[in-house]
């Protein structure tokens, strides 16, 4: 999947361009809306929120524990299935595998955090400004489509596109 990164200066432009993705096929579950103006929002049947803290848009920490997790089980697993040291060092290798899954975990939230930061800004500058952003989940197959479909729309400004795996997710 891919998450796609507009703005536009006003909730009826967004509830246009919700209408012609959805002819596309974008569901609701892919489409969110970010604005200030919470009746507006609820007006104009749009699916989002006015605030980026009640999207729970920063994710660093579930991507850092979920990678985190996965090195140390796999490290464990390849000690066990693979090596002969978990019969002889078995507090050893799990040590390791605490340590390895400690050192992901790090990385991966603080280069995780910057890349969050970056999309928080970003979205609070067009906020603040009054505009309203738009973030469509789409398969990497179809980006074009709607790609295509919004540089056709006079108001939609496309401002960053990302991995739905690696980008900030709404919830």
């Excluded at 992901?104 to 979205?123: N, T, W």
């Amino acid at each position: 999947m891919k998450r796609l990164f507009y703005s536009t200066d006003s909730l009826d432009d967004a509830e246009k361009i919700s209408d012609e993705v959805h002819e596309l096929g974008i569901d609701d579950h892919h489409f969110y809306v970010l604005s200030r103006d919470e009746n507006g929002i609820k007006t104009h049947h749009l699916h989002g929120s006015t605030q980026i803290e009640k999207t729970q848009i920063l994710s660093a920490r579930k991507r850092a524990i979920l990678l985190a997790g996965g090195a140390a089980l796999l490290l464990f697993s390849v000690l066990f299935f693979f090596t002969e040291a978990v019969d002889k060092f078995l507090l050893q290798a799990i040590g390791a595998s605490i340590v390895v899954g400690f050192i992901v975990m790090v990385v991966v939230r603080l280069a995780g955090k910057s890349f969050d930061e970056y999309f928080q800004i970003l979205v609070d500058e067009h906020l603040d400004a009054g505009d309203v952003i738009i973030i469509i989940d789409v398969a990497k197959s179809q980006t074009h489509v709607i790609e295509s479909k919004l540089e056709d729309h006079p108001k939609a400004q496309f401002l960053a596109d990302s991995s739905n795996l690696a980008s900030p997710i709404p919830e």
